[in-house]
């Protein structure tokens, strides 16, 4: 299977399944001389880590990161990147092969077990192997190296919708998305989404999600007309990740409504020749080249399709059957989402500081 490796001066390639021994990334093009600590990966996955609340998968996974190349290691602990590749490595230590038994020979409705089949002619039913929102994990850990490249960007996601329920963005506290379990930043409509996904995990059903990352200090000029435009491997990158459907940037599909005067963003003086943009509907970037404002990406996370509810589907040998689907599964997979969206933008935006400095010096 190819089609493993994202990007280009800075560039990820993962490795593994769900319930396979391990998962892991290759990262290359990462420059020598940066300097972290393992801690700074860490604390990455923990932010995505299954298990810490009612709200998502029940598995038990610690996401320990294993850095095995490319760095050098001082006494105390510091990691020097040496500007070869970087390998990083997660254990699965809980995996329930066993929870998947009875749809071995069933497609699930909603999974790409029907389209692996029929591609390669043999699909993984453990967890849907490759398919699975496990492998996310490494495209965290290498969020996390990225971020080593670009240190004066601030990146930052938040869930501003679930199922019926939207935030208020009149609300918009960034210290609150620490402190719910849904990374929404808007705490009274966090309070609504507990209840509600309560109700949605009890019933053994799930709901989608929307969530938004806001990349702030990028530089001015990064992208390239026509084929490189970052507005276009950003929309590649959020879509790539499992289950999202759909990606917006800036004011997105809500610009179709606006006239001319309301979506363009009007300029005046600003400093050093760079202009104070009075709006930014275009989400910080125009001919596909980044501006100087945030960046804004929004991405839709479809239901979680492992629900309890039997739903219509077919053997693999065509025979009508009725699935339904046992183990543990997040109701809102959108809420884990968050933080892999926040390392999608990381990767992006590194690769495309490479490759600006590589063009433009």
């Not at 329920?165 to 507990?194: H, K, L």
């Not at 400093?271 to 980044?290: D, K, Q």
Request: with cysteine.
């Amino acid at each position: 299977m190819s089609h493993n490796s994202f990007g280009h001066l800075f560039r990820l390639t993962t490795f593994g399944e769900s319930h396979g021994p391990a998962i892991g990334a290759v990262v290359d093009g990462c420059p020598p001389r940066l300097t972290f600590r393992r801690e700074d990966v860490q604390a990455a996955l923990d932010r995505r880590r299954p298990g810490q609340s009612r709200f998502t998968t029940q598995r038990k996974e610690p996401d320990e990161v294993e850095i095995l190349s490319g760095v050098i290691e001082a006494e105390d602990g510091t990691l020097t990147t040496t500007g070869t590749s970087i390998g990083l490595m997660i254990r699965n230590v809980d995996q329930r092969s066993k929870d998947y038994s009875n749809i071995a020979q069933s497609y699930r409705p909603g999974h790409a077990d029907f389209t692996y089949d029929a591609k390669y002619g043999v699909r993984d039913h453990r967890g849907g192997g490759r398919s699975s929102a496990r492998e996310t994990a490494c495209r965290v850990a290498a969020g996390a190296i990225a971020q080593l490249v670009i240190p004066q960007v601030r990146i930052r996601g938040a869930l501003v919708a679930m199922g019926q329920i939207e935030i208020d963005r009149s609300r918009w506290d960034w210290e609150e998305v620490g402190q719910n379990p849904f990374f929404c930043p808007d705490r009274i409509a966090a309070a609504e989404m507990e209840g509600y996904l309560g109700g949605v995990r009890k019933s053994g059903s799930s709901v989608g999600a929307v969530i938004e990352v806001v990349a702030e200090n990028v530089p001015v000029g990064l992208g390239a007309p026509i084929y490189g435009k970052l507005d276009a491997d950003l929309a590649s990158a959020m879509m790539s990740i499992n289950a999202v459907k759909g990606v917006e940037i800036g004011a997105g599909m809500a610009a179709a409504r606006l006239t001319g005067e309301e979506n363009a963003d009007e300029m005046r003086a600003g400093n050093e020749r760079a202009p104070r943009f009075l709006s930014n509907n275009a989400g910080g970037v125009l001919g596909g080249i980044s501006t100087g404002q945030p960046v804004v990406v929004r991405f839709a996370v479809k239901p979680t399709s492992s629900i309890l509810t039997p739903r219509k589907s077919i053997d693999t040998e065509g025979a009508e059957v009725d699935v339904s689907t046992k183990g543990r599964h997040d109701p809102c997979v959108g809420i884990r989402a968050v933080p892999v969206g926040e390392a999608m933008m990381a990767l992006v935006l590194a690769d495309h500081v490479l490759r600006h400095r590589g063009q433009n010096g």
